[in-house]
């Protein structure tokens, strides 16, 4: 159930994953508007000292880091500066703070795997979630919306596509796309750094090319699963559990100035989008908001600055990622865990050096060829699964190496 927007008090808000690329995002969006919302916790993994810093500016209840060394300093640090928030530490306490009675809304902003247990546990306990960390669906979708519509949360979507497509949906919709005439989607993509790159190019790149993205800030992990096009393939799960479309009537549009976030297509030939500045601000204060509308900081679109947009097909050859995606997304159960687990460890592998970009999509491939697709009824049932694909992917890349 989403409330309406005259706030008193403040919605207090968790941002998990406050040191990266969306909390600073939703911090900023936060700050701009004390009289609505106030900060309860702040998670980081080990950023001890920028945690501190965001700490003193936002003054949280609760901060939590991951580990188990970092809360000592972080404490010491805030005792030094005399600031009354109080450090929790380890795994367990993000899903703590995720479904504290005194939270209401929960930015979901961790990176990778580790963020879908305390997702879980603001599902569990009926919070406006705000979700960013799409590998909590892309792992766990079918048990993940159960959790959301059996303890009555409200699940806002903060990827930009996602978002775009949530607000060119009808309001009502229920997850019924015949029902409500759509067609389908149309998931926009910028290409990434390599775009253009011949696939032979692409076997020398560093980390940092990889990272280079052409319009979106973004943390190194995503970052570089947008130069694979494994970002867009998530996506396309992400969006099959949101809004109940099939993966046949997901599109992919190659849409290099990241100017439409994303599109619906309905039954009488209408498409409607969401168009801006690829600036995350925007979906986290649509989000955050909804059903109202606050000011992001973000400034107006201009039509004849950006002059024209283009369109391409996606290259599934180039970026046999996004082949993959679609593959795991039709296979179902444990697939997509499998994706997902072998695509972070060979993304970490490839940030830290040990092997080359082309690599990456091997060990996806590799793993999803390898492992039998399992059932998944339980949380435990997912992560033996990622457990699993993930020990095979560092076998895959122990094997490259030698
Ligand atoms: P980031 O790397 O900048 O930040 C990640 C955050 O997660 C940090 O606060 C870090 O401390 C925390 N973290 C990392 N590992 C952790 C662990 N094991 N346990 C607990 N916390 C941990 O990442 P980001 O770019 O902000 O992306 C966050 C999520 O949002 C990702 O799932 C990404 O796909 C999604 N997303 C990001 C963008 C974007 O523009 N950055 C856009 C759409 C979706
Ligand atoms: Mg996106």
């Not at 950023?47 to 500016?57: D, I």
């Not at 409607?272 to 995350?280: F, I, T, V």
């Amino acid at each position: 159930m989403v409330e309406s927007g005259s706030l008193n008090p403040p919605r207090r808000i968790v941002i998990l994953g406050a040191t990266g690329s969306i909390g600073a995002s939703t911090l900023d969006v936060v700050a701009r508007h004390p009289e609505r919302y106030s900060v309860f916790a702040l998670t980081a993994n080990r950023e001890v000292e920028k945690l501190a810093r965001l700490c003193l500016r936002h003054a949280p209840r609760y901060a939590v880091v991951v580990e188990p060394g970092a809360a000592e300093k972080l404490r010491r640090l805030l005792e030094a500066a005399r600031c009354p928030t109080e450090v929790l530490d380890g795994a367990s306490a993000l899903c703590e703070v995720a479904r504290a009675p005194e939270a209401d809304v929960v930015m979901s902003a961790i990176v990778g795997a580790a963020g879908l247990p305390p997702t879980l546990a603001a599902a569990l306990a009926g919070k406006k979630i705000l979700l960013a960390n799409k590998e909590a669906l892309v792992m766990a979708g079918a048990l993940f919306m159960r959790a959301v519509r059996g303890g009555g949360a409200r699940l806002l979507p903060i990827d930009s596509e996602h978002n775009a497509i949530f607000q060119s949906l009808p309001a009502d919709y229920s997850g019924d796309p015949g029902r409500s005439g759509v067609r389908g989607i149309l998931l926009t993509a910028s290409g990434g750094p390599f775009r253009k790159t011949p696939r032979e190019d692409l076997a020398n790149v560093t980390p940092e090319q990889a990272c280079a993205h052409p319009n979106w800030r973004m943390g190194r992990k995503i970052s570089v699963d947008s130069a694979t096009m494994m970002n867009k393939g998530l996506e396309v799960i992400e969006a099959h559990w949101l809004f109940n479309i099939p993966a046949e009537n997901i599109q992919v549009v190659i849409h290099p100035q990241s100017v439409i976030h994303s599109l619906v297509q309905y039954v009488d030939g209408s498409v409607l989008a969401e168009l801006g500045h690829p600036d995350m601000r925007t979906p986290i204060a649509q989000a955050l908001a909804y059903p109202e509308r606050i000011a992001s900081g973000v400034e107006p679109l201009d039509l004849f600055a950006v002059a024209a947009l283009h369109f391409e097909r996606p290259d599934f050859d180039r970026f046999p990622c996004l082949g993959l995606a679609y593959q795991a997304l039709r296979e179902g159960e444990s697939a997509p865990v499998a994706l997902n687990a072998a695509n972070e460890v060979a993304v970490r592998r490839f940030l830290e050096g040990h092997i080359g970009f082309l690599a990456i999509d091997l060990i996806v491939a590799r793993v999803m060829e390898k492992m039998p697709v399992s059932r998944l009824d339980s949380l435990d049932d997912v992560f033996a699964a990622d457990a699993a694909a993930r020990r095979m992917a560092e076998r895959i890349v122990d094997e490259i190496k030698q």
